[in-house]
């Protein structure tokens, strides 16, 4: 069973910056989409942005973009998310999530819109921006 650990969550000022870490001990993640979500006190959880298994490709929620990046470093196994430029409205409790691309790997594409193409999930770690 693969297992998702996220680690890297804090607490961090408004403009400051985070980087949260996605593992899978003994699986390896570059077989998957990589989707990271989050949920604040509230509300929805909702996609933030996600890193596609092929070539890396990279995709993001409009309040996101350009603020936060995604990457792989395959040796380690891991996949990060940079965060800057913090806003209170990014506290939440983020979740990354490993989509499998389905049958055959019909899912040629990463969507960080449907959470339900993710087949695991991490236990998720908590973020928190104030001053």
């Known amino acids: 069973q693969l297992k998702l650990v996220e680690s890297g969550g804090g607490l961090a000022q408004p403009g400051g910056s985070l980087r949260l870490s996605c593992t899978a001990p003994g699986f390896s993640l570059d077989d998957y989409h990589i989707g990271w979500f989050r949920q604040a006190p509230g509300k929805q959880r909702e996609g933030v942005g996600c890193?596609?298994?092929?070539?890396?490709?990279?995709y993001f929620r409009d309040s996101v973009q350009g603020r936060f990046t995604m990457s792989r470093d395959n040796a380690k196994n891991t996949v990060y998310l940079q965060m800057d430029s913090l806003t209170l409205e990014d506290t939440a409790v983020y979740y990354c999530a490993a989509d499998s691309g389905g049958p055959g790997k019909i899912r040629h594409q990463c969507v960080y819109e449907i959470p339900w193409t993710y087949e695991h999930w991490g236990q998720g770690t908590q973020v928190t921006v104030s001053s």
């Open positions: 890193i596609r298994q092929t070539d890396g490709s990279t």
